[in-house]
């Protein structure tokens, strides 16, 4: 992404970025450069610290709190360094001092990129390279069936309670698969609506719609030689569904805008935690998409219907987090046994981090294991009455209060800010102020979209 106001410089830096094979999406404002972010998430954004409507350094905090591992170049005349300096501070990858070659800052951008996407890709390995051999009889079930799914290129459903790890078990069935080399494209359906999710998915061509001036690549285009997986595939619209059907049945689909059609060599996983069934009959869900898609599903189940995977989990999920040195005290054990776990995995992971700060030395004890007061229901939000204590102040009240609302919306900073009945920019801001850590990105795309070659 390419922000600048001055619209010969930014023709001269998308043009150059261009001819090195990038798909450059351009803004001219800290307002259009916070719209094209969410929308695309470019896999770098080289941004002029002045802009009309303010400057970088602003900026940074309200995109790094969309998805703060974008490397951010910011470009800076000589009389403006220390503010550039600031702006690294804030998080910017580094500043580029105008004027400079266009050649550096291609190279700039693309080892940024390559780093970025090394980095994603060693979290995936790592991922694969560590699988957890479950003692409960489910989970078993459930590794056999994914063994039995290795050389099969078919579409599958998984079904699971929020939390269980449908995210993380797509990324294996793709990690063992024959697509291993491939990119693996994640999209979260939830909260999007039908021209984003469309457009995301499919591209769209210049002018198809009020704010198209370039055409783009879709999703699919980022995912050819490697698997789609559409989260939430229950949330996407009525409209949209026919066209993700003519991906899974003829491999085929059209950039909204264009006449004509493009191959998708894309492997289909999909999750939802909605009984889909029931929403075919109540037409919220098109029947012959649901029966498409559910010819194989997997179901992850519960944590608490796992009780014996508990305590080997937690610490898998220790080493996992750097942590493979510390062990648990027979009280953890049973805390930890004894819990109901309504936010499955995502909890205990939350938990388990929680302790290892608490810890004094090796041994994670009972008074460590502190659980989230208001992850017993994920989808009700208690009311600031009945959480406040004397001790706490507004602003803690108000951290919490987003924290729950993020939480019950699994991370959706949209659908939070509905909840909250904030804008969403008003949310970022907030996010940021109280350090949040928001758990779930809407979307990932590990390399360039268009990019084919294997990694
Ligand atoms: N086998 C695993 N090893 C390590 N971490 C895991 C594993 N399974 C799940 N997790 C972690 O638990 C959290 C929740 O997992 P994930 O996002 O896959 O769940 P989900 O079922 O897709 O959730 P949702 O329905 O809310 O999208 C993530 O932080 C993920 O990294």
Redesign the pocket.
Known sequence: MVVEDDGELRYGLSSALREAHFDVLEAASCTEAVNVFCASLPDAAVIDLRLPDGDAVDLLPRLRSVDDSVPIFIMTGHGTIDVAVRAVKEGAEDFLTKPFEMRSLVEIVGRAVERRRGRQASKLSR?AI?P?EPRSAAMRLLEDEVERLRDSDCSVLLL?E????????ARRIHALGARSKGPFVDV?CAGLNREFVESELFGHEKGAFTGAHVSKQGLLDAAHGGTLFL??IGDIDLQVQPKVLKVVEEKRFRRMGDVKERSADVRLLA?T?HDLLAATSRRAFRADLYYRISTVTLT?PPLRDRREDIVPFSL??LS?LGAGDISLSTGAEVRLLSHPWPG???EL?NVLERSLLLRTGNVIRASDVRFDQHAESAAAIPTTESTRTSSQTLQDVEREHIQRALEAE?GRVEAAARRLGIPRSTLYQKVKTYGIQV??IRMTVPRRLGERDSD
């Open positions: 991922f560590l957890f699971g929020t939390g269980t790890g449908k995210s993380a078990l979260n989260d939430e999750a935690h992850v898998h999920l996992t499955n995995v995502r992971k699994r758990t779930r």
